[in-house]
């Protein structure tokens, strides 16, 4: 039984945004955020 089309965007959504949240934090834990030396950081944290 394959899951609805719905079901499965949202599902994948929902793991790329925990990937890149992740991603993210462990830039700044690090020290080497993407965005450093470019102005603040754009989602503003």
Same mark, same amino acid.
Request: no cysteine; aromatic share 2%.
């Given at each position: 039984?394959?899951p609805? &089309?719905?079901?499965? $965007?949202? !599902?994948?959504?929902? *793991? *790329?945004? !925990? $990937?890149?949240?992740? &991603?993210?934090? &462990? !830039?700044?834990? &690090?020290?080497?955020?993407?965005?450093?030396?470019?102005?603040?950081?754009? !989602?503003?944290?």
């Open positions: 039984m394959a609805r &089309l719905g079901d499965t $965007v949202r !599902d994948t959504g929902q *793991v *790329v945004s !925990d $990937v890149v949240r992740g &991603l993210g934090e &462990l !830039d700044q834990r &690090l020290g080497i955020g993407r965005y450093q030396g470019q102005g603040p950081n754009p !989602d503003g944290r």
